[in-house]
Protein backbone atom coordinates (compact mmCIF):
# COMPACT_ATOMS: atom_id res chain seq x y z
CA UNK A 1 0.00 0.00 0.00
CA UNK A 2 1.42 3.38 -0.56
CA UNK A 3 1.84 5.75 2.10
CA UNK A 4 1.39 9.49 1.55
CA UNK A 5 3.29 11.39 -1.24
CA UNK A 6 4.00 14.61 -1.32
CA UNK A 7 5.40 16.50 -4.07
CA UNK A 8 7.42 18.18 -5.23
CA UNK A 9 10.61 17.61 -2.16
CA UNK A 10 12.23 20.79 -2.20
CA UNK A 11 10.59 23.66 -4.14
CA UNK A 12 12.89 27.15 -3.95
CA UNK A 13 11.04 30.07 -5.43
CA UNK A 14 11.66 34.17 -4.80
CA UNK A 15 9.83 36.39 -3.06
CA UNK A 16 6.47 37.47 -4.43
CA UNK A 17 5.69 34.07 -7.02
CA UNK A 18 3.00 31.65 -6.21
CA UNK A 19 3.92 27.77 -5.19
CA UNK A 20 1.78 25.11 -5.19
CA UNK A 21 2.09 21.67 -2.94
CA UNK A 22 0.63 18.76 -3.50
CA UNK A 23 -0.29 15.92 -1.01
CA UNK A 24 -1.98 12.55 -2.00
CA UNK A 25 -3.00 10.62 1.39
CA UNK A 26 -3.76 6.85 1.35
CA UNK A 27 -6.56 5.55 -0.28
CA UNK A 28 -9.49 5.44 1.54
CA UNK A 29 -8.25 8.10 4.33
CA UNK A 30 -11.08 10.48 4.93
CA UNK A 31 -9.05 12.55 6.60
CA UNK A 32 -5.88 14.62 5.56
CA UNK A 33 -4.05 17.57 7.05
CA UNK A 34 -1.20 20.08 6.67
CA UNK A 35 1.63 20.84 9.06
CA UNK A 36 4.65 23.30 8.85
CA UNK A 37 7.89 23.08 10.48
CA UNK A 38 9.97 26.17 10.47
CA UNK A 39 13.53 25.62 11.08
CA UNK A 40 14.22 23.88 14.39
CA UNK A 41 10.73 24.77 15.77
CA UNK A 42 7.62 22.75 16.07
CA UNK A 43 5.56 20.99 13.63
CA UNK A 44 2.23 23.51 13.65
CA UNK A 45 -0.99 22.43 12.58
CA UNK A 46 -2.05 24.32 9.44
CA UNK A 47 -5.49 22.40 8.85
CA UNK A 48 -7.46 19.66 8.30
CA UNK A 49 -10.15 18.03 5.89
CA UNK A 50 -12.76 15.57 6.12
CA UNK A 51 -12.76 14.19 2.36
CA UNK A 52 -13.17 17.99 0.37
CA UNK A 53 -14.55 19.69 3.35
CA UNK A 54 -12.65 21.75 5.50
CA UNK A 55 -12.60 21.02 8.83
CA UNK A 56 -10.64 23.18 10.89
CA UNK A 57 -8.11 25.51 9.28
CA UNK A 58 -7.17 27.93 12.30
CA UNK A 59 -3.61 27.07 12.38
CA UNK A 60 -3.66 28.76 8.27
CA UNK A 61 -1.02 31.68 9.07
CA UNK A 62 -2.98 34.10 6.43
CA UNK A 63 -4.78 34.91 3.81
CA UNK A 64 -1.97 34.05 1.19
CA UNK A 65 -2.58 30.56 1.48
CA UNK A 66 -5.14 28.39 0.05
CA UNK A 67 -5.86 24.73 0.62
CA UNK A 68 -8.26 22.62 -1.46
CA UNK A 69 -9.42 19.21 -1.82
CA UNK A 70 -11.57 18.98 -4.72
CA UNK A 71 -13.48 15.33 -5.28
CA UNK A 72 -11.28 14.60 -1.20
CA UNK A 73 -8.79 12.68 -2.86
CA UNK A 74 -5.45 14.66 -2.94
CA UNK A 75 -5.26 18.19 -2.12
CA UNK A 76 -2.85 21.19 -2.59
CA UNK A 77 -1.51 24.13 -0.80
CA UNK A 78 -0.85 27.05 -2.77
CA UNK A 79 1.12 30.29 -1.29
CA UNK A 80 0.50 32.92 -2.74
CA UNK A 81 2.31 35.59 -2.90
CA UNK A 82 5.24 33.91 -1.55
CA UNK A 83 6.55 35.75 1.59
CA UNK A 84 10.28 34.94 2.98
CA UNK A 85 8.42 33.73 6.15
CA UNK A 86 7.18 31.02 4.20
CA UNK A 87 10.14 28.84 4.11
CA UNK A 88 10.06 25.86 6.18
CA UNK A 89 9.05 22.22 5.78
CA UNK A 90 5.19 21.38 4.99
CA UNK A 91 4.11 17.66 5.64
CA UNK A 92 0.54 16.24 4.77
CA UNK A 93 -0.48 13.69 6.91
CA UNK A 94 -3.86 11.37 6.59
CA UNK A 95 -5.61 9.25 8.81
CA UNK A 96 -8.89 6.54 8.37
CA UNK A 97 -10.67 7.24 11.56
CA UNK A 98 -10.36 10.68 13.78
CA UNK A 99 -9.15 9.01 17.00
CA UNK A 100 -6.17 6.82 14.90
CA UNK A 101 -2.45 8.13 14.54
CA UNK A 102 -1.98 9.64 11.37
CA UNK A 103 0.71 8.98 8.70
CA UNK A 104 3.04 11.76 7.54
CA UNK A 105 4.79 12.63 4.03
CA UNK A 106 7.63 13.18 3.65
CA UNK A 107 7.08 16.59 3.17
CA UNK A 108 7.97 19.65 1.27
CA UNK A 109 10.98 22.02 1.73
CA UNK A 110 10.12 25.50 0.75
CA UNK A 111 12.47 28.15 0.56
CA UNK A 112 12.08 31.46 -0.10
CA UNK A 113 14.86 33.94 -1.07
CA UNK B 1 2.26 29.95 23.58
CA UNK B 2 3.65 26.57 23.20
CA UNK B 3 1.26 24.37 24.97
CA UNK B 4 4.13 21.00 24.20
CA UNK B 5 7.56 21.79 25.45
CA UNK B 6 10.28 19.56 24.64
CA UNK B 7 13.21 21.33 26.79
CA UNK B 8 16.05 18.88 25.92
CA UNK B 9 16.94 19.84 22.42
CA UNK B 10 19.59 16.95 21.86
CA UNK B 11 20.25 14.27 23.84
CA UNK B 12 23.35 11.56 23.38
CA UNK B 13 23.01 7.96 24.61
CA UNK B 14 25.67 4.83 24.31
CA UNK B 15 24.43 1.98 22.86
CA UNK B 16 22.60 -1.13 24.87
CA UNK B 17 21.82 2.09 27.73
CA UNK B 18 18.48 3.36 28.59
CA UNK B 19 16.90 6.69 26.64
CA UNK B 20 14.92 8.81 28.17
CA UNK B 21 13.21 11.61 26.59
CA UNK B 22 10.93 14.30 28.23
CA UNK B 23 8.04 15.96 27.46
CA UNK B 24 5.86 18.82 28.95
CA UNK B 25 2.41 19.99 28.30
CA UNK B 26 0.38 22.92 29.94
CA UNK B 27 -3.07 22.20 28.11
CA UNK B 28 -5.02 20.33 30.83
CA UNK B 29 -7.54 19.25 27.81
CA UNK B 30 -5.48 16.82 26.30
CA UNK B 31 -6.69 13.37 26.39
CA UNK B 32 -4.40 11.77 24.16
CA UNK B 33 -0.40 11.55 23.32
CA UNK B 34 1.49 10.53 20.73
CA UNK B 35 5.26 9.94 20.01
CA UNK B 36 6.70 10.26 16.45
CA UNK B 37 9.86 10.17 15.39
CA UNK B 38 11.32 11.26 12.42
CA UNK B 39 14.77 10.83 10.35
CA UNK B 40 16.22 13.33 8.23
CA UNK B 41 14.74 13.93 4.70
CA UNK B 42 11.76 12.01 6.09
CA UNK B 43 7.98 12.65 7.49
CA UNK B 44 7.70 11.74 10.88
CA UNK B 45 6.32 8.12 12.38
CA UNK B 46 4.04 7.33 14.97
CA UNK B 47 6.08 5.57 17.46
CA UNK B 48 3.82 4.90 20.48
CA UNK B 49 0.81 6.33 22.05
CA UNK B 50 -0.97 6.91 25.36
CA UNK B 51 -4.08 7.96 26.62
CA UNK B 52 -4.93 10.34 29.55
CA UNK B 53 -6.76 7.00 31.60
CA UNK B 54 -3.33 5.42 31.53
CA UNK B 55 -0.27 5.63 32.97
CA UNK B 56 1.69 3.64 30.83
CA UNK B 57 1.90 1.84 27.40
CA UNK B 58 4.45 -0.37 26.69
CA UNK B 59 5.52 -1.56 22.86
CA UNK B 60 8.55 -4.03 22.97
CA UNK B 61 11.54 -1.14 23.69
CA UNK B 62 9.48 1.69 24.17
CA UNK B 63 7.21 2.66 26.89
CA UNK B 64 5.17 6.20 27.09
CA UNK B 65 4.44 7.20 31.03
CA UNK B 66 2.14 9.66 31.60
CA UNK B 67 2.03 11.74 34.90
CA UNK B 68 -1.07 13.68 34.59
CA UNK B 69 -0.76 15.69 37.81
CA UNK B 70 2.74 17.30 37.00
CA UNK B 71 1.35 17.05 32.94
CA UNK B 72 4.49 15.12 32.45
CA UNK B 73 5.45 12.20 29.69
CA UNK B 74 8.43 10.57 28.76
CA UNK B 75 9.42 7.84 26.82
CA UNK B 76 12.02 4.97 27.62
CA UNK B 77 13.84 3.28 24.67
CA UNK B 78 15.48 0.36 25.98
CA UNK B 79 17.82 -1.14 25.03
CA UNK B 80 18.83 1.47 22.79
CA UNK B 81 20.19 0.51 19.59
CA UNK B 82 22.26 3.06 16.36
CA UNK B 83 18.84 2.59 14.45
CA UNK B 84 17.15 4.88 17.28
CA UNK B 85 18.83 7.97 16.44
CA UNK B 86 16.62 10.36 15.14
CA UNK B 87 14.59 13.54 16.34
CA UNK B 88 11.64 12.78 18.44
CA UNK B 89 8.20 14.53 19.00
CA UNK B 90 5.80 14.68 21.31
CA UNK B 91 2.43 15.16 20.35
CA UNK B 92 -0.83 16.20 22.64
CA UNK B 93 -4.44 15.90 21.13
CA UNK B 94 -7.99 16.85 22.48
CA UNK B 95 -10.79 14.82 21.03
CA UNK B 96 -10.60 14.55 17.44
CA UNK B 97 -8.87 17.72 17.40
CA UNK B 98 -5.38 18.64 15.20
CA UNK B 99 -1.64 17.44 17.04
CA UNK B 100 -0.02 20.05 18.44
CA UNK B 101 3.59 19.25 18.71
CA UNK B 102 6.57 19.98 20.37
CA UNK B 103 9.84 21.09 19.32
CA UNK B 104 11.36 17.74 19.28
CA UNK B 105 14.58 15.99 20.95
CA UNK B 106 17.54 14.93 19.02
CA UNK B 107 18.69 11.23 20.11
CA UNK B 108 21.68 10.21 19.05
CA UNK B 109 23.11 6.67 19.93
CA UNK B 110 26.72 6.59 20.34
CA UNK B 111 28.25 3.10 19.23
Known amino acids: EAGVTQFPSHSVIEKGQTVTLRCDPI?????LYWYRRVMGKEIKFLLH????????ESGMPNNRFLAERTGGTYSTLKVQPAELEDSGVYFC???????????FGQGTRLTVV | DQQVKQNSPSLSVQEGRISILNCDYT??????FLWYKKYPAEGPTFLISISSIKDKNEDGRFTVFLNKSAKHLSLHIVPSQPGDSAVYFCAGRFGNEKLTFGTGTRLTIIP
Open chain 2, 27 to 32: NSMFDY
Open chain 1, 49 to 56: FVKESKQD
Open chain 1, 93 to 103: ASSQELNTEAF
Open chain 1, 27 to 31: SGHDN
